[in-house]
């Protein structure tokens, strides 16, 4: 939800990855019905394993409770946000874990792109 997020609001001006430490086989159906309501489709993303080699090419690494589980990399700046885990969830739970997932998000871009 982060990365799509991030995408969509910072307009193409910040690369974004995502990947996570335990990566179920497809996106959970409440996060991609959860995400269509806030008019972004991510019905056809695949969820991928997060690599050292992918944090190496980042600038900023945000994780989301994952602990010893992602990998860390000296010099990388890391962001941790604690989040409830929409897994196993439906849609209505899911809501308030998207609509604080875009706070951040939004947060975050003010902080990386000031005005």
């Known amino acids: 939800m982060a990365a799509a997020f991030l995408a969509q609001l910072a307009g193409g001006r910040i690369e ?3 990947a996570g430490s335990a990566p179920a086989d497809t996106v959970n159906p409440a996060v991609v019905e959860a995400m269509a309501e806030a008019g972004i ?4 993303r695949i969820p991928r394993l997060l690599t050292a080699d992918a944090v ?3 600038d900023l690494v945000i994780t989301m409770g994952c602990g010893d589980a992602c990998p860390v ?8 946000w604690q989040l ?3 897994a ?10 998207r609509d ?4 951040r998000v939004r947060a975050l871009i003010a902080e990386l792109l000031p005005r």
Do not use: F, N, T, W
């Open 56 to 58: 190496r090419a980042c």
């Open 73 to 80: 990399i000296p010099g990388k700046r890391y962001l941790d």
């Open 84 to 86: 409830d885990d929409p």
């Open 88 to 97: 196993g969830q439906g849609v209505g739970a899911v809501r308030p874990i």
């Open 16 to 18: 974004v990855g995502s």
């Open 41 to 44: 489709d991510i019905s056809a």
């Open 100 to 103: 604080e997932i875009e706070a």
